[in-house]
T-cell receptor, first 113, second 114 residues
Framework: DQQVKQNSPSLSVQEGRISILNCDYT??????FLWYKKYPAEGPTFLIS?????DKNEDGRFTVFLNKSAKHLSLHIVPSQPGDSAVYFC????????????FGGGTRLMVKP | ETGVTQSPTHLIKTRGQQVTLRCSSQ?????VSWYQQALGQGPQFIFQ???????GRGNFPPRFSGLQFPNYSSELNVNALELDDSALYLC?????????????FGPGTRLTVT
């Protein structure tokens, strides 16, 4: 039973355009969501997060939107750069679950110059 | 300040064998979490250690066990290896009480079971 799903395994975007990565979840007890970026041969690195009490969080070129009623979140990257090419994971934490994270399967983003 | 390191980088084992993977926490961190990432999937939480005790466990059988040492480094042990144990094993360290965004991952150990 996958509680966090990223339905697009890959996404290709032109440099300078917007990248939109999507994530759906089923567990209504999740209270905190994070996006990680992963390059080959490296561990995931934290990108941006959002608490369930908010619907938007912005950090530079990265914005995360949360729609609790739809149990959906998305990561927007504007403008996309070739260096953004990586695998992106969304992750969620259950209420009172400490640091235990439930990850989606990842989306490979390719930004073409 | 050194980051999270893991050893070995790669490992090949035979079904039925036992394996030990190692993780050194980032300086100042006292909590270590282990994740299994199968090919094409996201990381799955195995367990977490804090103050040398298991502090939360995911849906993994008892043949997956761990240790945390007084210097906060950690080991993941897997007994009776199965082919499906082939995966990238990630550890992540953090300081208890800080935000999740302060959890840092190591580069992982790629385990192949033949």
């Amino acid at each position: 039973d996958q509680q966090v799903k990223q339905n697009s395994p890959s996404l290709s975007v032109q440099e300078g355009r917007i990248s939109i990565l999507n994530c759906d979840y089923t567990n209504s007890m999740f209270d905190y969501f994070l996006w990680y970026k992963k390059y080959p041969a490296e561990g995931p690195t934290f990108l941006i997060s959002i608490s369930s009490i908010k619907d938007k969080n912005e950090d530079g070129r990265f914005t995360v939107f949360l729609n609790k009623s739809a149990k959906h979140l998305s990561l927007h990257i504007v403008p996309s750069q070739p260096g953004d090419s990586a695998v992106y994971f969304c992750a969620a934490r259950g209420n009172n679950a400490g640091n235990m994270l439930t990850f989606g399967g990842g989306t490979r983003l390719m930004v073409k110059p | 300040e050194t980051g999270v390191t893991q050893s070995p980088t790669h490992l090949i084992k035979t079904r039925g064998q036992q394996v030990t993977l190692r993780c050194s926490s980032q300086s100042g961190h006292n909590t270590v979490s282990w994740y299994q990432q199968a090919l094409g999937q996201g990381p799955q939480f195995i367990f977490q250690y804090y103050r040398e005790e298991e502090n939360g466990r995911g849906n993994f059988p008892p043949r997956f066990s761990g240790l945390q040492f007084p210097n906060y480094s950690s080991e993941l042990n897997v007994n009776a290896l199965e082919l499906d144990d082939s995966a990238l094993y990630l550890c992540a360290s953090s300081l208890r009480g800080t935000g999740l965004h302060e959890q840092y991952f190591g580069p992982g150990t790629r385990l192949t079971v033949t």
